[in-house]
């Protein structure tokens, strides 16, 4: 019986350490970052053929798409205040380090390039709310 007894105790301390364990990390992790960016294309033929494709192609880690809006097969955009941008992208990123490294990254400038030809382009990060 007294081994049952013991045996159970260090069940209950092992699940408290891990209950305070995971909570520490949880406090340890950065909110993500969001990147919103609001795009008036002047040529959607050539912003989706020459520039689209190229900011594809680019291999980056640490981001998701979480929105794609207007032109160029994006879901509708709705107005709620004010004239809506003709296309509306927003990405989830680890953190703003790995953000700028893409954005300042040879690749993306090259194809930035691309895309000012065809487009004017306003972004901007915000980190998110930590949980």
Do not use: C
Request: glycine share 12%; net charge positive.
């Amino acid at each position: 019986m007294k081994q049952y007894f013991v045996l159970g105790i260090g069940l209950l301390a092992g699940t408290v350490i891990g209950v305070a364990a995971v909570t520490g990390l949880h406090a340890q992790a950065k909110p993500p970052v969001f990147l919103i960016t609001e795009i008036d294309i002047s040529d959607p033929e050539r912003y989706g053929n020459e520039f689209v494709p190229k900011v594809q192609a680019i291999k980056v880690t640490g981001f998701q798409r979480l929105a794609i809006g207007g032109l160029g097969g994006g879901k509708p955009i709705t107005s709620l205040d004010g004239t809506p941008p003709k296309r509306v992208t927003v990405q989830q990123w680890d953190s703003l380090e790995v953000l700028k490294a893409w954005y300042n990254g040879k690749d993306y400038q090259e194809a930035l390039q691309i895309g000012r030809k065809y487009a004017t382009f306003r972004s901007y990060a915000v980190e998110g709310l930590s949980r």
